[in-house]
């Protein structure tokens, strides 16, 4: 089996530091290797290059993980190939019309397979007339040995709320409430009285070392595809107090896992007695999130998505 991954040409392959998108292809390269695959990753803007690369190869499948290349897409018509859209308006996409114009349409007109992150956002792409019979979910994974572990976190009475800070994950929501909520992450100033509560931009190392000081973390998007964020939160231990459209592939029925409804977003009261009663279930019960987390396991994950390649190549379309 010979795969290639087209990726934007923005962020090197592995990413320094942030890049989720560069993180799962570099995930996939290394797990499918691990299966005996061929692959390959073409990161890079001059997509003459790439396809013309491409089409002297001979390979078995194509994944384009930038969707905005999609209609300069110009391969060889034998090969089968998929398009994901990592858009975190993809599962909520009617609060940013943009969207829709700018992925939406070409996703309608592609002749090739739809993965979709999540089961959500496969319906959207089905009322939108995608055949649902082309789109296949592809959840994200986690490389869940990269995390550190602890049975007890650090800080018993804190949360940390992690990520770009911008209006679509909602940090402003919690920012300055005297709920014992860390911030890490760039991107807009969030306003705090006190600058303790921001940690600035941490490194994958931080990441990876600190996170386990947490009892649980906090994402209250309006919207989301399959955040990272969260299976490396279960990763390192951590409880999850997330929004309705943060939710993708988990089990809400878990006693770790608790959904704030869009109806309770500004809730004060309600935000932070669940925030409080979740730090107080995921402090005590670590080892039940460390197994729940192991389903997120990029090994699972690879194999789970070389089974549908496989399906789709062994396909007779005739």
């Not at 300069?72 to 943009?98: D, L």
């Not at 397979?113 to 082309?134: H, M, R, T």
């Not at 890490?184 to 969030?190: E, K, N, S």
């Not at 988990?250 to 409080?276: A, G, R």
Request: aromatic share 14%.
């Amino acid at each position: 089996m010979k795969i290639a991954f087209i990726c934007a040409g923005d962020i090197q392959v592995p990413p320094p530091s942030w890049g989720a998108v560069e993180i799962l292809v570099w995930e996939y390269y290394q797990n499918l290797k691990n299966y005996g695959v061929d692959v390959t990753i073409y990161n890079n803007k001059d997509l003459n290059f790439v396809f013309n690369s491409i089409n002297n190869e001979k390979f078995d499948f194509v994944h384009l993980q930038h969707e905005d290349y999609l209609p300069y897409f110009n391969i060889n018509k034998n090969i089968k190939y998929a398009v994901t859209s990592h858009c975190g308006w993809a599962e909520n996409y009617t609060y940013y019309e943009p969207y829709y114009w700018k992925t939406f349409k070409s996703m309608l007109k592609t002749d090739g397979f739809v993965f979709a992150l999540s089961e959500q956002i496969k319906q959207n792409y089905i009322n939108f007339g995608v055949d649902k019979n082309k789109i296949f979910v592809t959840k994200n994974g986690v490389n869940i040995d990269k995390y550190k572990k602890s049975l007890k976190p650090k800080y018993e009475n804190r949360s940390l709320y992690l990520g770009k800070i911008e209006n679509r994950k909602r940090q402003h929501l919690v920012a300055d409430k005297d709920l014992n909520i860390d911030f890490a992450g760039f991107g807009q100033q969030l306003q705090l009285s006190n600058t303790n509560n921001f940690l600035g931009m941490w490194s994958k190392t931080d990441v990876y070392e600190k996170m386990t000081d947490y009892a649980n973390l906090i994402l209250l998007s309006v919207s989301e595809a399959h955040p990272l964020v969260c299976m490396e939160a279960l990763s390192s231990g951590l409880g999850l107090v997330i929004s309705e459209k943060s939710a993708a592939n988990l089990d809400i029925n878990k006693k770790f896992i608790s959904i704030i409804p869009e109806s309770k977003i500004s809730d004060y009261n309600y935000i932070k007695n669940t925030i409080e009663s979740n730090r107080a279930y995921s402090v005590q019960n670590r080892n039940e999130i460390y197994e729940y987390s192991q389903l997120f396991d990029w090994k699972e994950v690879a194999k789970q998505y070389l089974d549908i390649v496989q399906s789709l190549v062994n396909k007779d379309d005739k």
